[in-house]
C-alpha cells in the first residue's frame, strides 16, 4: 500500500491521496467503496497474451452490481490482439478522443452526463457512436441491399441527433463526433475504440436477478476493448 501511495504522489504531487488497507474479501469491501464514491476504478494484471481480454470474477461482480461508475484499466499488452466478434481492425486514431456507446432504446441521461462530464474535463472531443443492426430485408443472396442500409443509418442518425441535441447544447465547449454503423452495436463499438482515451458505455439494472449481468455491449467492450473503459449504472 505504501509503494502503491508513493508512485501516485512521485506521478501526481499535487494530488490528495488516501490508503485504507481493509480486512475483508475483495468484493464486498469493493462494493462498499463504490456506494461511498464517484467512481470505482479497478486494474488488471499482465498474465500472459490475452490479459487485455479477460476479467476476474471479482471483477465483474462488482460491474455487475456497483451502484456508481466503474473504470476498468488494462495492464499492458504483450501480443497483438485478435478481434474475437469478427470485426476487422481499423487503423488506430491518434486523436484523442472519448467514444460513447450509445443504444437509443430508452433515455440514459446518467450515461450521457458522464460522457460529457469525462470529455469536459479533458478537453477532448466526444465520439458517439451507434451500431445499428440490419433487418432481414436488408440481405439478398448477392449482399446487402445499399438502399436498406442507407435507410437505416439515416433513420437511427436523426434518433442519434436527437437524442445528443439537448447534451451538446448543455456542454457547447464539447466537440462531438456521431457515428451510426449498420453493425451489430458490440462489433461498432470493438471498431471504432481503437486509439480512444476511454470508451464509456452503459449498464441498466437487472432487477433481483441471482448473478450481475452487464449487457452483452458492455461485456464485449470489457472483455475486448484495451483502452479504459467505463461502465455507467443507469435506468
Request: aromatic share 4%; net charge neutral.
Amino acid at each position: 500500500m505504501r509503494q502503491a501511495l508513493d508512485a501516485v504522489h512521485q506521478r501526481h504531487p499535487q494530488l490528495q491521496a488516501i490508503e485504507d488497507l481493509v480486512g475483508s474479501e475483495a468484493e464486498p469491501a469493493l462494493l462498499r467503496a463504490a456506494g461511498e464514491s464517484q467512481m470505482l476504478v479497478l486494474g488488471s494484471r499482465a498474465v500472459g497474451a490475452w490479459e487485455s481480454y479477460v476479467l476476474g470474477d471479482v471483477s465483474l461482480d462488482v460491474v455487475g452490481r456497483a451502484e456508481g461508475p466503474v473504470v476498468l484499466v488494462r495492464a499492458p499488452r504483450t501480443a497483438p490482439p485478435r478481434d474475437p466478434v469478427g470485426a476487422e481492425a481499423p487503423p488506430v486514431a491518434r486523436e484523442p478522443r472519448i467514444v460513447l456507446g450509445m443504444s437509443l432504446r430508452a433515455p440514459c441521461e446518467r450515461l450521457l452526463a458522464f460522457a460529457f462530464d469525462a470529455a469536459a474535463g479533458r478537453g477532448i472531443p466526444l465520439a458517439a457512436v451507434h451500431g445499428r443492426p440490419l433487418p432481414l430485408h436488408a440481405y439478398a443472396p448477392w449482399g446487402v441491399d445499399p438502399d436498406v442500409a442507407a435507410d437505416v443509418v439515416k433513420e437511427a442518425d436523426a434518433e442519434l441527433r436527437a437524442a445528443l441535441r439537448p447534451w451538446r447544447e448543455r456542454f457547447p465547449d464539447v466537440a462531438v463526433q456521431m457515428t451510426v454503423l449498420p453493425e451489430n452495436p458490440a462489433r461498432a463499438l470493438v471498431q471504432t475504440a481503437p486509439g480512444a482515451e476511454l470508451l464509456v458505455v452503459g449498464r441498466r439494472p437487472h432487477g433481483r436477478a441471482p448473478a450481475p449481468r452487464v449487457g452483452a455491449v458492455a461485456h464485449a467492450a470489457i472483455h475486448h476493448v484495451t483502452c479504459p473503459v467505463a461502465v455507467v449504472p443507469h435506468d
